[in-house]
């Protein structure tokens, strides 16, 4: 059940255009000529295909028309697919898949047919737990670096399906909430992959139950693409109203009217596109749907009219938080947080770009405040950098808890991932699968360590330096990996160096830390000089709160401690001490999180 929880809160993907087709009724749908190829063998129980050919093949560009048709559920689609061998071998035969509800029809390359062979492969990275998959046979090898692109028709409906999840045992109702993707009359949402495979992909197969090695293809999938573009041309049919809310790539496309309205015998169309677009470390998606759009307060909600009335909580939440995004994000011009109304009340929430897929909730303006601070966040900073993107909306979400629920509750939230993330982490560096946060794919590294890197640098340089640096990061500019920490570097005039090389640059684990040792003495002036030892058995150097108190009295330092090393602190206080504390639960550790030594009068 575990695995059914962390694929309940699944990466959506974004995407982002809308353009005309033409009038006509009978033309359904508008693109480039399909290529002439050959007729595919039957599908097969096993592929040809190895992992390793899987794993070379990389995506440099999407171009996608595609013929929606909801009343049948079904996907038409002509796609021209440019894919990269970042293998270090020739390929001659090329990999690449769709959801196994979907066909591969047509497969070309300089107007040139091509042979392939269609198997069924198990995967969970789509909603189905399977993936059809094309073996292509090349007229000539693909060398390592070189790059073609190809011509590929394909089809087949996106239902709602559950199977993968009903595999692994999770309810049927939870399964569906979960995986809520299809094309539908009513609504139509394509996550990507890891959640339906609607477009041309090369993967290594995963399941779910095998540690975490569908979470990780997923995001070795976002990191191999980041750089990729989509362009997309869409042509929805209708019967009844027309669509008006269209989200790509995580981006609201304001919509054109119909092409053409439904008669007795053909449905009403209704075209969007999108340019070419940097996908970043996100993947396609597609959500096409009718609401009322309502925006204010830096917010856009697409609301279904059965929740219209709980949007003005949404508003109020929007209204408590915006002076703590200014704070810490500046008053930018950017684009508005995206809402979209799922259609069930139990859909589970997605996210991709500016967008929040999500049941809109009857809960009061205080529980909307922390889903709509990440919301703000998310548009008020992009960056093109997992660990940056979602790192800094989880961190101005835990400020905000911070300061309306008090620090401790700020700490729980933080935490809530530090057990997860101590499983993942190497005991000792080199010697386990870690990931410095510029190339991590796993969730809890790019999420959750994320978070604590950013908390602990504002403990070290002070808010005012982290907000400099938050409000003058440019994701455009971030070229260089030292592009942020120098930022850091130049509001605060700290040499971060040491903390960059521990916690980004690379994967040191976590640290361990100890009291070794107190030792309180009498000072002049009625003061109390007290000595902590502190012991560091982890291999990453730390910047650690240290809290001596005595009845209502506290004192805090912050000390850094050296990777797999001690130090001794020393700090006066005015009176005899009882209690000292290390670590408020901001660092990370291999173990507890915080740690307390009670002060017995034989100490003194």
């Known amino acids: 059940m575990k695995h059914f929880v962390f694929l309940a809160a699944a990466f959506c993907s974004g995407l982002s255009g809308i353009a005309q087709q033409p009038e006509k009724p009978q033309v359904l749908f508008s693109g480039p000529p399909k290529t002439q190829a050959a007729t595919p063998q039957p599908v097969g129980s096993k592929s040809s295909i190895t992992d390793a050919e899987r794993r070379a093949v990389a995506i440099a560009a999407w171009d996608l028309d595609l013929h929606l048709s909801p009343r049948e559920q079904s996907l038409e689609a002509h796609a021209r697919v440019t894919v990269r061998n970042d293998g270090s071998t020739p390929l001659l035969l090329l990999p690449l898949q769709l959801s196994s509800t979907l066909q591969f029809e047509t497969i070309g390359l300089a107007g040139k047919r091509l042979v392939f062979t269609s198997s069924i492969v198990n995967s969970d990275a789509d909603h189905t737990g399977q993936l059809t998959e ?78 975490a090695k569908l979470f990780t293809e997923i995001g070795r999938q976002k990191l191999l693409d980041q750089d990729a573009t989509v362009a997309l041309r869409i042509t929805d049919e209708f019967f009844n109203e027309p669509p008006n809310a269209v989200v790509l790539n995580g981006r609201f496309i304001p919509l054109d009217k119909p092409s053409s309205m439904p008669t007795a015998a053909f449905p009403g169309i209704i075209t969007a596109a999108l340019p070419a677009t940097r996908i970043g470390f996100d993947t396609p998606s597609l959500f096409i749907a009718r609401r009322t759009e309502i925006s204010g307060n830096g917010l856009r909600i697409l609301t279904t009219d059965a929740n219209s009335a709980n949007v003005k909580d949404y508003m109020t939440a929007a209204t408590t938080v915006a002076p703590l995004i200014k704070t810490w994000l500046g008053a930018k011009t950017h684009a508005p947080a995206t809402m979209l109304d799922l259609p069930e009340s139990d859909d589970a929430p997605a996210e991709t770009g500016d967008l929040l897929a999500t049941p809109l909730s009857s809960d009061p303006p205080q529980q909307l405040e922390p889903v709509v601070v990440h919301a703000l966040s998310h548009a008020a900073f992009n960056s093109s950098r997992a660990w940056l993107d979602e790192g800094v909306a989880s961190f101005i979400a835990t400020l905000w808890t911070d300061s309306s629920q008090g620090h401790t509750a700020a700490m729980e939230s933080l935490n809530a991932g530090r057990t997860a993330l101590a499983l993942v982490e190497p005991g000792t560096p080199g010697q386990g699968p870690g990931e410095d946060l510029l190339h991590a794919v796993n969730p809890v590294y ?23 640096a938050l409000q003058e990061y440019a994701g455009r500019e971030d070229t260089r990996p030292d592009y942020f920490e120098h930022l850091v570097e130049k509001s605060s005039g700290h040499d971060l160096n040491w903390f960059f090389s521990s916690w980004v640059d690379e994967d040191r684990g976590l640290p361990d830390l100890s009291i070794g040792g107190i030792f309180p003495s009498p000072e002049a002036h009625q003061q109390i000089l007290v000595a902590v030892d502190i012991v560091n058995d982890g291999y990453a150097e730390a910047t650690v709160p240290l809290t001596v108190r005595a009845n209502e009295t506290a004192a805090t330092a912050w000390v850094r401690v050296p990777a797999h090393g001690h130090i001794t602190h020393r700090m006066l206080f005015p009176q005899s001490p009882s209690e000292v504390d290390l670590n408020d639960g901001s660092v990370p550790e291999v173990q507890d999180n915080t740690h307390r030594r009670i002060i017995n009068a034989q100490d003194h």
């Not at 011509?151 to 087949?156: H, L, P, S, T």
């Not at 978070?451 to 002070?462: A, D, F, S």
Request: net charge negative; aromatic share 8%.
């Open 134 to 211: 094309a073996a292509i046979s090349l007229p000539a090898p693909l060398a390592p670096g070189s790059d073609l692109t190809l011509d590929v028709n394909y089809g087949g409906t996106i239902p709602l399906s559950a199977k993968r999840l009903l595999a692994i045992g999770a309810p049927e109702a939870q399964a569906q909430a979960s995986d809520w993707d299809r094309v539908s009359a009513d609504f139509t949402g394509l996550r990507g992959f890891g959640n339906v495979v609607w477009y041309p992909v090369s993967s290594v197969p995963a399941l779910l139950g095998d540690e």
């Open 446 to 468: 790019y999420r959750t360590k994320a978070t604590y890197v950013l908390w602990m640098l504002r403990n070290i340089v002070g808010d005012n330096a982290m907000q400099t």
